[in-house]
């Protein structure tokens, strides 16, 4: 089985739904291959840093209506074991962070990469905009920091980014994280860990019944 996930790094229920799925899988008897690919919630420029709670208090209608939504996704993703420190959070482009994945990709790295980059934005406040930042980021899981900012100086992954970008677009995704499953059926949403199982197994079942003629 195939799953390919369209998620961004500073997006709360994709770092959920990546916990969540990773249970799930944890449950799954199959052989799974998972892919995480690029989505950028706002990919408007950052020029300088901004704490998370005033630049979604702007966009949402306020300060009041935006710490609801920081208070709910809090609680519920500390059930599952997610700390989530809006205080501390900085709002980030994340083309470059998704540029950082793609290189940690090449490693074999990449849901490890993801992880830390999303560690280091909800928990430990770090602009994920700054590439020395991101550098850093990669060491903490033991990769080449040097490279790591040298590839970010450069062009480099600028192109698998987009490919990402421009496919989530041709499959009509707008809303993350969003789970494809061999390309045919969509899981959308930080679902808990069983519904997840349950829509494993049950194209698990449908593939099978296809695959034999039923």
């Known amino acids: 089985m195939d799953i390919q996930v369209w998620s ?5 229920w994709c770092y959920l739904g990546k916990k969540r799925l990773e249970k799930a899988l944890a449950e799954f008897p199959g052989e799974v291959t998972v ?3 690029a989505y950028q919630l706002d990919p408007s420029p950052v020029p300088h840093p901004v704490r998370t ?64 980059l ?14 020395p930042a991101l550098a850093e980021v990669a060491e903490l899981i033991g990769l080449d920091g040097a490279a790591a900012l040298a590839y970010l100086e450069s062009d480099a992954g600028t192109g698998a980014v987009r490919a990402d970008l421009t496919q989530a677009h041709e499959l009509g995704i707008t809303s993350v994280p969003t789970f494809v499953v061999d390309g045919k ?15 494993l197994e049950e194209i698990t079942r449908r593939e099978t019944s296809v695959d034999v003629g039923l």
């Open 8 to 12: 961004d790094v500073v997006c709360p």
């Open 35 to 37: 892919t995480y690919r």
């Open 53 to 116: 709670k005033d630049a979604l208090a702007a966009k949402f209608g306020g300060r009041e209506r935006a710490e609801q939504m920081f208070a709910h996704v809090t609680s519920v993703a500390a059930g599952d074991g997610l700390r989530l420190d809006f205080d501390a959070a900085v709002a980030a482009n994340t083309f470059d962070a998704h540029r950082l994945i793609a290189w940690a990709a090449g490693q074999d790295r990449q849901a490890d990469m993801l992880d830390a």
């Open 118 to 131: 999303q560690r280091a934005h909800f928990s430990r406040g770090v602009d994920l905009g700054s590439r």
């Open 185 to 199: 059926y969509a899981i959308q949403g930080a679902q808990e860990p069983a519904t997840i199982l349950a829509a």
